[in-house]
């Protein structure tokens, strides 16, 4: 190793390593140098397994997927169990979607988001980012989640009630006004916000035990009434769909591995998707 270390800092210019107490740190060249060569080994591992033979019931390659917690409640446990049957050896590291995404696909850190697109969607500036391939997966609209024994709900959800009732919102980015509101307003109507979180995940838990309404996506609806005592409705103001898209970068575009995954994410997209009309 410290002949290998010689080599790399006389070829360098550069210590690249210096000590620090009992320890060695890189400098700020060795810090530079960090970022491009993990791409660059990231694309010599692409181009070597461009064109190799792939056989997903034996294939042993760990995946890791950007998405929100939306995704990962409505589309995580198919996909598993459809992995387990077709390509036990293939592990999935799940990552938050962050405002980084964009670097995240580009350095390689991220091979694939799958979620909700659109301008809106931080870290997604894909026009602003070269290199970045997106599919549109699908669309999907929203349903409103209320308690299976709200007292206020009967079989029909109208506008009017809609507005008088509580919400649930949730604000992954910490802003006071979601989709529903934005709709609303074109109305010149409001809704009371009683509660604003961060996360999906405790959504159908709180509603179903409060007199909240939650407005949310179709997918997510449908995976939250399996899990908590829940009925669902057609919300009484229009809503525009949610577009479904994949993103990844240009560079697994041939890989066989990495194209059979996004092919199966997308099948396991549009089997939840209803069919629009």
């Known amino acids: 190793m410290s002949h290998k270390l010689r080599r790399l ?58 998405c929100s917690d939306l995704m990962e409640l409505a589309l995580l446990p198919h996909a598993m169990e459809q992995l387990a049957e077709l390509a036990p050896g293939v592990r999935l590291v799940v990552r938050r979607r962050t405002p980084r995404l964009a670097d995240e696909l580009a350095a390689g850190d991220v091979d694939l988001y799958v979620g909700p697109g659109g301008r809106t969607v931080p870290g997604l500036d894909l026009e602003a980012r070269a290199g970045l391939v997106q599919r549109t997966l699908g669309e999907e609209g929203f349903r409103v989640l209320a308690a299976a024994d709200h007292p206020g709900v009967g ?43 961060p996360h999906f995940v405790a959504a159908p838990f709180i509603v179903a035990r409060t007199e909240l309404l939650f407005t949310c996506p179709e997918r997510f609806a449908r995976a939250a ?46 089997e939840g998707v209803p069919r629009r009309a």
Do not use: M, N, Y
């Open 225 to 270: 009434a399996e899990l908590a005592p829940l009925r669902s409705w057609k919300p009484p103001v229009p809503l525009p769909a949610t577009r479904i898209i994949a993103v990844w970068h240009e560079r697994f575009r041939a890989d066989p591995a990495h194209r059979w995954l996004r092919e199966r994410f997308a099948g396991w997209v549009a």
């Open 155 to 197: 079989q029909r959800l109208t506008r009017k009630r809609f507005v008088q009732l509580p919400h649930l919102l949730v604000s992954p980015g910490g802003g006071d006004r979601g989709v529903v509101d934005l709709a609303l307003a074109k109305l010149e109507l409001t809704r009371r916000v009683a509660l604003r979180i």
């Open 9 to 66: 800092r006389e070829q360098l210019g550069d210590p690249l390593l210096v000590p620090q107490g009992r320890q060695l740190v890189p400098t700020a060249r060795a810090e530079a140098l960090e970022a491009p060569l993990r791409v660059a080994l990231r694309d010599l591992v692409a181009a070597v397994r461009h064109g190799a033979r792939f056989d997903p019931a034996t294939t042993e390659r760990t995946f890791v997927l950007a």
